[in-house]
């Protein structure tokens, strides 16, 4: 079945300590992206990347970092993660071109104490 | 810059009727447009897509959306509302150039009543 898995899907942890939030998609696909889910602000980009070792900051980078090592595996990491890190992010693939469709993780849901 | 205005956070019909969801778009350049619905505790689920083969473009669970370059805008709708239905949707747009980010509007949580 294609997906896109995260891991995990519910955090709650406390400022400053180091999190990571694992992707993985099994379609091949090129693109991958981050995106972060706010009540009355709809889905904002995190990171992307276009390709393996290829990365740029979407719209909202700030206080995350990411790394595309394998094609199939895109994980976002909060360094000292902070209160307003606090939110719901979701992971997207897609295969390279405009128009194509992306698929979506079932999302995480961060908490920072 | 490409923006999506969708009209109305909240929008409540009852089963059976018409749903009408609002979406306006901003960009420079022809536009990739998108509807996607989230089911609670889920992930975003495509419901259709314009990529310029066909003004009306149709999708999953009887929803469909008509692309009016004039008005900027690619309303969805449903002619007949059901109780599954209830959901948040999401409009977004992209552009062309291999370059996949979508552009979200707000969202619209759909209620449906019996």
């Known amino acids: 079945e294609a997906q896109v898995t995260q891991n995990p899907r519910y955090l709650i942890t406390v400022t400053g300590k180091k999190l990571t939030v694992t992707c993985s998609q099994n379609m091949n696909h090129e693109y991958m992206s981050w995106y972060r889910q706010d009540p009355g602000l709809g889905l904002r980009q995190i990171y992307y990347s276009m390709n393996v070792e290829v990365t740029d900051k979407g719209d909202v980078p700030e206080g995350y970092k990411v790394s595309r090592k394998e094609k199939r595996n895109f994980p976002l990491i909060l360094e000292s993660p902070s209160p307003n890190q606090t939110s719901l992010y979701f992971c997207?693939?897609?295969?390279?071109?405009?128009?194509?469709?992306?698929?979506f993780g079932d999302g995480t849901r961060l908490s920072i104490l | 810059a490409q923006s999506v205005t969708q009209l109305g956070s909240h929008v409540s019909v009852s089963e059976g009727a018409l749903v009408l969801l609002r979406c306006n778009y901003s960009?420079?350049?022809?536009?990739?447009l998108f509807w996607y619905v989230q089911y609670p505790n889920q992930g975003l689920q495509l419901l259709l897509k314009?990529?310029?083969?066909?003004?009306l473009v149709k999708g999953i669970n009887g929803f469909e959306a008509e692309f009016k370059k004039s008005e900027t805008s690619f309303h969805l709708t449903k002619p007949s509302a059901h109780m599954s239905d209830a959901a948040e949707y999401f409009c977004a747009v992209s552009v062309s150039g291999g370059y996949n980010k979508l552009i979200f509007g707000a969202g619209t949580r759909l209620a449906v009543h019996p």
């Open positions: 960009s420079s350049v022809p536009p990739y």
């Open positions: 314009y990529t310029s083969a066909a003004t």
């Open positions: 997207a693939s897609s295969p390279q071109g405009g128009g194509q469709p992306q698929h």
